[in-house]
């Protein structure tokens, strides 16, 4: 009781110090984590355990809530069929974006897998699929030390305990972030690459499985929550660049794929299992129907210079955006024909569009983002970087710059436009709109439900020269834009690491707009609903009763 307190700088010091000393640590750790097919135990509990015995759950150490318990509980009560064919659509949306991108799986040997708790089951199932295809799965957990762990949790989880104390908390980072630990974090980096080299080298990339369901979380911003000074933030930039650089030393992003699949869980209320059945729909419609329709759409948007998009009240969108020239109609194309692949489910056209002259105002009335539910979202383009950002998630305007500017623009002053896109899966946002769950869906399948923009990078980020090819036989060229072009001069300073979609639904579109060299005009929506020759099956899922 005669002893005071300690100083503020004395805890930080202590801090500083335990980091730095156990960087090496800890980074060598999460490497073997990551890569190492045997160092975590989460697959053989997988493998081995009795699933029908829901008590398994308490052995991954992850904090377990009802969600996991109902969903697990729900699972055991499925037919072995069904899972089989919810793994099915898992991994062969894994294996075909091997095959759609011409990358070879010669010399791969493991799949990582992303998941969350409760789905055991499935996963099983997707093990011994992926085993069959010579690909042995690695699961790890989310990181939760402080040198390692994001704002995103990244591995095999369960719901968080408390969204706003992980919300509170992600930035404790500031408490210790200088340029000689980032520096001394990096190197440890490389000696953990070394070591797990052979894992890493021959991992094929992962397969991301995600849920949804939970109620949008809308954090308070609070004062006394740690802050990354501009100074840290310019660093933690810069470093993240470097870390990427390191990565692709030892496994380059032209070599590895991915997929992600996402379903929801009893948070999404009381119609989930009427939701589940709905998403096994959306994740498994046919390929070839989508291809041929969204070719009908690529095939205008080649002959573009630029596309003119509106929004309808209540959104006030007003976006034009640029496209590159084609040199060659017949053999190349500006926009990739996504099916079910590497994104789950099928349903949209994508290019990285020309940013000199692409401008206007982007407005989302209501959208999920990184995590966090922000509201009457508006970023303002000037030759396609954002210039000016607001949100309505509280009334201090302050707080909404910060909030976006800390959790949208990872610190940045400003993004470019690494993406425009057009989704035509018109029966997962019918669903949507039938059970009231729009702002529940993961991005992975709102992106599908409208014409979306992503800001930072393009979705071709270190792997440009890699050619890209439709099911046309066309070549994709749109994969770079004027700041990914300058990764010769600039290397990293070339790359955001970020890519963050954001969609305007389809009832809050007024007229997607083709305008070619002459100015002519081709509509391809209009007042929310497709109205190109050959797209208006898309319009039946949107018809209401």
Known sequence: QEQSLPKSEDIRSVIYWYVSDYSEEMTSWRMHEQFDPDFSPIKSIIMSEDLTDLRYLYRFGEYVSDTELKTAEYLNGMSQEKIDRIADTFVEGYLRGFEVNRISLVDKHYVTIRGSLGFERVFRSAVEKFRSHGLEPVFFPASTTILNRRQIRIGYQGKGANLQFEFDHCKDKALFYDRPLASRHLAALRKAYEECRTWVCENA???????????????VMKENACHMSSKQQKLESEFSNLQAVLAEEFRKSSEISFTIIAFPTPDIGEDFEEIFEEIIKVNTLDNQTYQDIQQKIIDVLDKGRYVYIRG???????????????ADPEKQTLFENCCADVNIPVGEVFTSPKLSGTEGLLHATSVYLNGIHFKDLMLRFADGKIISYSCGNSEDEEHNKRLIK?????????????????GTNTTAYAAAEKYHMIERLPILIVEKTGPHFAIGDTCYSRAEEHPIYNPDGKEMIARENEISARRGEEGFNAYFNCHTDITIPYDEIGEIVVVDPDENMISIIR??????????????????D
């Not at 623009?409 to 400003?414: E, H, L, N, Q």
């Open 406 to 422: 800390d959790y949208l623009m990872v610190g940045r002053d400003t993004l470019p436009i690494g993406e425009f896109a057009i």
């Open 527 to 544: 007042d929310g609903r497709f109205v190109l020759d050959g797209t208006e099956s898309l319009n039946i899922p949107l018809n209401k």
């Open 205 to 219: 990339g992962p397969a991301c499985f995600e849920t949804f369901g939970e109620e949008p979380f809308a954090p």
């Open 312 to 326: 309808k009240a209540p959104n006030k969108t007003v976006m034009k955006v640029h496209l590159h020239p084609l």
